[in-house]
């Protein structure tokens, strides 16, 4: 009898050192959490768990002692490198251990996704690994269900979706993992819904605001999903950690660049064959968002980079003013930067080449621009040979019947799109890869190729739409006359 409870005590002594190194240690806690609700199966380690681990421990502590937040955080991974159990999951838990009394709001994309994380958290304290350790966190009877629990000490998890309700709701400590669904990436309303649900509802909701943390983590999926707004917004209140699965200069902070090995984050799950078949799955949109953690591939998608030629003076001992110079416009009047811009190229078709000039996208009013225009046809060569050809939306007509009447510039609308914008680029890259666009050397370059490459994933495509009506009505429409006839 006297051994058994020799025993006995040795084990209460050990599992009460093991909790109090659960409570000094957020990643020894998560290896343990994942082993509990795996079924026995180990976490395979990698430095980035432990470096997440370890930040987020830096706040939990900071919290429990009521310390001012420095900075929000702002975290962009791959899928499956354990990003939503760690901060969605394991997080919430292992800040009861330290006070039970932290309130948290969770919040994903669906409904479905932030219930099975909430679930999966509930699951955890109800274990036997977590009641043995930690007997004196408890949940409220009264208060116990898929989306909303509670502690007996006044501690809360909530769970939310992108647009749903948190009235009445506050937190110390608000997630938003993957506000919005990979699939559909392209779409302007689905971005506008998970910034503006950011923005106007759960940007009021922390119960402190100095103290208490916003936690964003996310892949990359456009230039103006949330990271893009808050990084251009407010980047100054933002830690930004960023883990591409390959090593490049899209690593933050630069300082992680030395862990990678072999030039691979996490080489155990995502390996090079790994990567490589998810690139054929994803194409080099799907993957460069999700696994690059940048918007558009760096060397472009539907348009290349690499495919456009930048030559000093035209070929063949060509003259500036031997080629016949049209312009080519998408209108908007405003001097608002983050509105639309007015593009303006100018650009000579010869010889089944597009020789372009200048490419200006500019913000003004409208008697500015009006102005604009002028100028911009006169330094790059109009004369009476060329063509000014307006996109026919309402700022294109007015700006098109204001020039006819005060100048003798020949102006005129554009016919208008019958298909989308990204079928229409489609339409021309053909053209574009053979090497047929050839810019002359200038200023412009930069901006111009950089919104190309970063289309249809870029916050503008004023100037990628002034180039499609330029080869478009030199190529493809030449060939529907020709055809017709």
């Known amino acids: 009898m006297q051994k058994h409870l020799e025993q006995l005590l040795k084990g209460l002594n050990l599992t009460k050192i093991q909790s109090e190194l659960y409570k000094k240690s957020f990643y020894d806690f998560s290896l343990d959490a994942f082993k509990t609700l795996h079924n026995g199966q180990e976490l395979i380690p990698n430095w980035h768990i432990k470096l997440l681990c370890d930040r987020l421990q830096v706040e939990a502590e900071r919290i429990v002692s009521g310390g001012e937040r420095g900075k929000h955080l702002l975290i962009n991974v791959p899928p499956r490198t354990l990003k939503s ?3 969605n999951v394991f997080f919430s838990v292992y800040c009861w251990i330290l006070k039970d009394s932290i309130q948290f709001i969770s919040s994903s994309y669906s409904a479905s996704l932030s219930i099975v994380l909430s679930t ?74 998970a910034n503006r649900f950011f923005n106007e509802t759960l940007r009021s909701r922390l119960n402190n605001p100095d103290k208490g943390i ?15 707004m808050l990084l251009d917004k407010e980047p100054h209140n933002w830690e930004h950690i960023c883990l591409p699965a390959e090593l490049s200069d899209n690593v933050k902070p630069i300082k992680l660049k030395q862990f990678y090995v072999d030039g691979l984050l996490f080489p155990q799950r995502l390996s090079l064959n790994t ?53 080519y416009l998408d209108t908007a009047y405003t001097n608002k930067q983050e509105n639309d811009a007015t593009a303006m190229l100018c650009a000579a ?8 000039r200048e490419v200006r996208a500019v913000r003004m009013e409208f008697p500015e621009l009006i102005k604009e225009i002028q100028n911009f046809t006169t330094v790059n060569g109009y004369s009476n040979r060329s063509r ?61 190729l950089n919104e190309l490459k970063a289309f249809p994933n870029g916050s503008h495509d004023d100037m990628v739409d002034v180039l499609i009506m330029a080869i478009d009505r030199n190529t493809n429409r030449r060939k529907k006359v020709r055809a017709m006839s």
Do not use: C
């Open 85 to 87: 159990e760690l901060v």
């Open 120 to 193: 999966q958290s509930r699951r955890l304290i109800e274990s036997d690994w977590f009641i043995e350790h930690f007997p004196d966190i408890k949940l409220s009877k009264d208060e116990n269900t898929k989306s909303r629990f509670t502690t007996t000490n006044g501690g809360l998890r909530y769970s939310t979706s992108t647009g749903g309700t948190v009235t009445g709701m506050g937190a110390d400590v608000i997630v938003i993992d993957d506000p919005q669904n990979p699939q559909l990436a392209r779409s302007e309303v689905e971005r506008d819904n």
């Open 214 to 228: 916003f936690i964003v983590i996310m892949q990359r999926l456009h230039e103006d999903d949330m990271t893009g």
């Open 275 to 327: 990567l490589d078949s998810f690139k054929t799955g994803l194409g080099s949109y799907g993957y460069s968002g999700q696994y690059s953690q940048l918007p558009s591939p760096s060397e472009g998608g539907i348009f290349k980079g690499a495919w456009f030629n930048t030559i000093k003076e035209l070929p063949n001992n060509l003259k500036l003013d031997q080629l016949k110079w049209d312009f």
């Open 349 to 356: 078709f010869h010889n089944n080449e597009l020789y372009i």
């Open 388 to 448: 000014i050809y307006v996109e026919p939306k309402a700022s294109g007509k007015s700006i098109v019947q204001m020039l006819k009447r005060s100048t003798g510039l020949n102006i005129m609308e554009d016919k208008p799109p019958t298909q989308d914008k990204i079928s229409r680029a489609s339409s021309i890259s053909a053209f574009v890869e053979s090497g047929r666009v050839s810019m002359l050397d200038g200023r412009y370059i930069d901006n111009f």
